[in-house]
């Protein structure tokens, strides 16, 4: 029993001593002087509060916060910026003393917080000003895609609650915020002063900042040492009593305040003084009140008779038959102004005038007891008018019984005149509207019955409107719907198929076509109170659609077809590659290094350049070199070698083998190469006795590299969105949405169908099967046409398209076809990249050469890319397949010619080729 108690004693005891070392450990005091500096570490990319520069320098609130700090505490220190998670990674490794973290959960580890809070990180949403957002708080935002920083506090808040359709992370925020501004689309959460400084920084006018109800962060200090953590809490208290952090603030956060430089006390007595001037102004406004009540029991009749006359629009004017003067009253009925009898003429126009002076004559002289005048009078600026209803009548008479004064009761009613104009126009555009819409419109009166029919509509049908209601023909004739409750019917839209003269429909008996089909929808038009007042419908043709759908049908088996056989072609390459011992390659200039596949998608190997030399024979080794070091100085055309190795197959035959490469690129700079490695070893062996075959496979073997060269990417693109928007039409859509898929359909068919012919073509020109055909043509009188024929497909609003003809006459025997085709690919490429200013085409006859330029004032081409542009799949624009000025090129050439182009970037681009021919005629203008 002793010993069990001695071994209690003797575990506490240790527990004790642990504790106390492990506490002396964590509150152990750090010096930091010239040998062991402070050494602050932090995010480089917190706008405003911790970022680099344009000078690569530390920079923001943080940084001059913590200058101050140190130099009061006298603490020698070292400022780096570096990624957020390596900084935060050195922190905990100890590698740094100190950064500026948000206090939240998820950053939480070895490390502590100070207790002073630094900033308080509110949230704000940046958007287009065109893009409205309805959102208040995070649970708003689940209908829409986010941007975030990644990592940052507002990311894990978005996570963890679930409150955005889409998170998209950024690593750089000001990579977001011009993405955003450049797109004009997109939504932005982070902390309100970094989005303010950045879009401050960058200018994006077209952006907006919105404040968002969103959980704020506590920004402190964050280190290992507890000591230094006090010591920077008691500092910035200090600092912030005293005011001297409003420098700083401002500087950073509200650039666009300035520094008083007035005392903070100054200000302490002028709040004082303010708050005792307002007491004084309460004080003397309690009696200014009692006051008040008392004056509107004086006033309360005449508000009432002002009200009277705001409400009823009335003014009042009287006039003194003795001194002949009109006195204008104020809306509360006290005399505004006087004016005698000429200067009350100016207020009106002289006929009004005249009746207003014979109107006041006949009831002075007592003929009428009363009399009402249409009249038109100017404001006091002479400039505004308004229209009148006046009624002049008797007020006051004088001992005699004579009028002598005469009031006038003027009732404004100009709104009302103007609500009948409105009225007018309106009927008057309905009906033109009714009238000139391009599709039929019909309108139907309460009982469903026709009363009215657009021009359209009425030349659909062949009759007039009054056969039409002749007839008697009703809603559910046209709906060909016998019982048909008018009361239940809100908006009927169908595609009716009629099918020929049996059908006995009435509407097909008036059409009388063998096959239709007719879109149409109904709708029922109603008053303000509900009440049903008539139908409205509106329909088109469109037969031609149903057709067109049904040959695109046709097209798209077709095209499936043709994928079909793409997909087999491409397991016999691989079967081929197989059976002819053929491997493919990649030589990757970035890693120096040779990929051989067994398969079109297979890696067999991957060998550095020492490995693979490694295995080339001393005779072949000159020769590996160099093909080595053309790839590696990205040499353009194809490159090819056949070299002998060390390696003997198993039938003891030395290895031979063939390496044909070809330049892959991107964005118009070689990355990589693309070959075949053939085993020739017995072709070597027996090359003498198989000579002619040798000659016939390098020629299936040049086809297949001309094929291949020519093959990328954008013949699937076309073709995967005619098969997408195919497959929808196998899914539940909407009517409405198969136009755009058809659309679709078509615009990527005839992309697809272009690239191929330009490939064909291409494959043509290279086999040499091109045939070139001068015939006596014309030029002058073909030359706007086949101009107009281009840019009438393209054409773009804001931009002059102009085409020079300096002849009446040039007969020359040239390849029309051919020269056509140049010229309608580079007028094709002018427009495209035009969106305001010109496009001009020319051409001349000198030297028994035709010379034709195109010039234009668009976007440009940038320099880097001009040397490239004639080459196959480069394009300066980077859109489209990059085919149309290699063909041009190539065909210009084959044709004899030359080819030029000259261009800079931002203020356009001229092309101009030129092909000899012989002249027969020539008259100019």
Not at 252 to 273: A, H, L, N, T, V
Not at 592 to 611: D, G
Not at 833 to 855: C, K, Q
Request: aromatic fraction near 10%; glycine fraction near 4%; include cysteine.
């Amino acid at each position: 029993m002793i010993m069990n108690r001695f071994k209690i004693f003797a575990l506490l005891l240790a527990c004790h001593l642990s504790l106390g070392i492990a506490s002396a450990q964590k509150d152990s005091i750090i010096v930091y002087n010239d040998q062991r500096p402070l050494v602050y570490e932090d995010a480089w990319d917190l706008w405003p509060y911790v970022f680099l520069n344009e000078n690569g320098e530390p920079d923001g609130y943080n940084v001059d916060l913590l200058k101050m700090i140190f130099k009061e505490l006298d603490i020698p220190y070292i400022i780096r910026l570096r990624p957020t998670l390596e900084a935060q990674k050195d922190l905990k490794e100890h590698k740094s003393d100190l950064m500026l973290r948000m206090d939240a959960d998820f950053a939480r580890n070895n490390s502590s917080y100070g207790k002073t809070i630094v900033q308080i990180f509110t949230h704000s949403l940046v958007t287009p000003k065109s893009q409205a957002i309805h959102a208040q708080s995070g649970k708003d935002l689940t209908d829409y895609s986010i941007i975030v920083h990644e990592g940052s506090f507002s990311h894990h808040k978005l996570i963890d609650n679930g409150w955005a359709k889409e998170i998209i992370p950024f690593d750089d925020m000001k990579e977001a915020i011009q993405t955003v501004s450049s797109e004009n689309k997109g939504v932005i959460l982070w902390n309100s002063m970094s989005l303010k400084w950045l879009m401050m920084k960058y200018h994006t006018d077209n952006l907006e900042l919105t404040p968002f109800d969103f959980p704020y962060g506590e920004y402190k200090f964050f280190a290992n040492d507890h000591h230094l953590l006090e010591q920077l809490d008691s500092v910035y208290s200090k600092l912030r009593a005293n005011d001297q952090l409003t420098a700083i603030q401002n500087k950073w956060f509200y650039p666009e305040r300035q520094e008083s430089g007035i005392p903070s006390w100054i200000w302490d007595w002028i709040k004082f003084f303010a708050i005792l001037a307002l007491a004084v102004i309460m004080y003397y406004a309690f009696f200014k009140i009692r006051e008040r009540q008392m004056t509107k029991k004086i006033l309360k009749e005449n508000e009432r008779l002002s009200l009277v006359m705001r409400t009823s629009n009335v003014k009042f004017c009287t006039y003194d038959v003795a001194s002949q003067n009109f006195v204008m009253m104020d809306s509360a009925g006290y005399p505004e102004r006087n004016y005698s009898l000429l200067e009350f003429s100016h207020r009106f126009d002289p006929n009004d005038f005249t009746q207003l002076t014979e109107g006041l004559r006949m009831v002075i002289e007592e003929k009428v007891p009363t009399c009402t005048l249409q009249l038109k009078e100017y404001e006091n600026d002479l400039i505004h008018s308004n229209n009148y209803t006046a009624t002049l009548s008797v007020l006051r008479r004088d001992k005699h019984k004579k009028p002598s004064i005469i009031i006038c009761s003027k009732t404004d009613t100009t709104q009302e005149r103007m609500r009948q104009q409105l009225i007018k126009e309106s009927m008057l555009r309905y009906q033109s509207l009714f009238n000139s819409a391009m599709v039929d419109m019909v309108y139907y009166d309460a009982d469903g019955h026709i009363t009215d029919m657009n021009s359209k509509s009425l030349a659909a049908v062949g009759v007039d409107i009054e056969t039409i209601r002749k007839q008697h023909i009703t809603l559910s004739d046209v709906l060909g719907i016998e019982d048909l409750d008018l009361d239940d019917l809100e908006i009927f839209y169908a595609t009716q198929i009629f099918n020929g003269p049996g059908d006995g429909r009435t509407l097909n008996n008036l059409l009388k076509r063998d096959k239709l089909y007719y879109e149409l929808q109904v709708m029922p038009i109603r008053d303000k109170n509900g009440k049903r007042i008539g139908f409205f419908g509106s329909g088109r043709n469109v037969t031609e659609v149903a057709h067109s759908y049904r040959q695109l049908q046709e097209n798209t088996n077709e095209l499936q077809e043709v994928q079909d056989e793409v997909t087999s072609y491409v397991r016999n390459i691989d079967y081929v590659l197989a059976v002819g011992g053929i491997s493919l390659a990649k030589y990757h200039l970035d890693t120096h290094t040779l990929t051989v596949f067994s398969e079109i998608n297979h890696e067999k190997y991957s060998l550095t350049q020492t490995r693979a030399l490694a295995f080339i024979a001393p005779s072949s080794e000159k020769q590996a070199l160099r093909i080595l070091n053309k790839m590696d100085n990205k040499q353009p055309g194809s490159l090819r070698a056949e070299i002998k190795t060390c390696i003997r197959r198993k039938d003891r035959v030395t290895l031979h083998l063939q390496f044909n490469f070809v330049p892959t690129y991107k964005d118009g700079q070689i990355v990589e190469y693309f070959g075949l490695i053939r085993d020739i070893s017995d072709i070597k062996a027996v090359e003498e006795k198989l000579a002619l075959e040798s000659v016939r496979a390098q020629e299936v073997e040049t086809v297949k590299n001309a094929f291949l060269h020519n093959m990328s990417h954008e013949i699937r693109t076309p073709l995967n969105t005619v098969v997408g928007f195919s497959e929808l039409f196998e899914m539940d859509h909407s009517p409405e949405d198969e136009a755009v898929f058809i659309n679709e359909i078509k615009e990527s068919s005839a992309s697809l169908l272009k690239l191929i012919n330009d490939i064909l073509f291409l494959s043509r020109l290279d086999a040499g099967m091109i045939t070139i055909s001068p015939q006596p043509i014309d030029l002058a009188s073909i030359f706007e046409g086949r101009c107009s024929s281009v840019w009438d497909n393209h054409r773009q609003p804001g931009v002059e398209y102009i085409a020079q003809n300096p002849f009446k006459r040039l007969i020359v025997e040239i390849d029309e076809p051919n020269v056509s085709m140049i010229l309608n690919k580079i007028l094709t490429n002018a427009i495209q990249h035009t969106t305001s200013g010109s496009v001009l085409a020319r051409y001349e006859f000198i030297a028994d050469r035709l010379i034709v330029s195109v010039e234009d004032t668009g976007c440009g081409i940038k320099q880097e890319d001009l040397e490239h542009i004639f080459d196959r799949f480069v394009t300066g624009a980077n859109n489209g397949a990059g085919l149309g000025l290699s063909i041009c090129h190539e065909l210009v050439e084959y044709m004899g010619g030359q080819i030029e182009l000259k261009s800079t970037e931002g203020k356009g681009t001229m092309v101009w080729f030129s092909i000899p021919c012989k002249l027969i005629e020539m008259e100019r203008r």
